[in-house]
């Protein structure tokens, strides 16, 4: 190959510069615009929260899937989220439970794994 044709495949640190200030307005806005977007969808979608907790039982794990909807936890988590202000107590215990899986007995490596998992909407 000649000179001439390799020096033609080449290029310069100039035209990059010209090419990045020829798009800079593009470069600018279009993550802003990005950014504004995904704020505006952000506040309109409902706020929802998701946990999953897998604990190791070695014990009775049935006993401890009870306590995990019992009173003495949903109480606590009820007032916190405000469902108490709207209705009473055993109505709001009773939407937490029913937001509340739980899982009993799944065998992993030969433990017994208690897997819990919950979903809230929050206002």
Do not use: C, Y
Not at 70 to 80: F, G, K, N
């Amino acid at each position: 190959m000649s000179d001439e044709h390799i020096q033609d495949d080449e290029i310069s640190l100039l035209d990059l510069a010209l090419t990045v200030a020829e798009n800079l307005r593009l470069l600018i806005i279009g993550p802003i615009a990005a950014g504004l977007i995904a704020l505006g969808v952000s506040r309109l979608l409902p706020k929802t929260f998701e946990s999953v907790a897998i604990l190791n039982v070695i014990d009775q794990p049935e006993k401890v899937a009870s306590l995990a909807t019992s009173a003495a936890v949903l109480d606590p988590v009820a007032e916190q989220l405000g469902l108490t202000k709207s209705a009473t107590k055993d109505a709001a215990r009773a939407a937490l439970r029913g937001r509340v899986s739980m899982a009993v007995g799944i065998v992993f490596w030969g433990l017994v794994v208690l897997r819990s998992g919950a979903f809230i909407d929050r206002p």
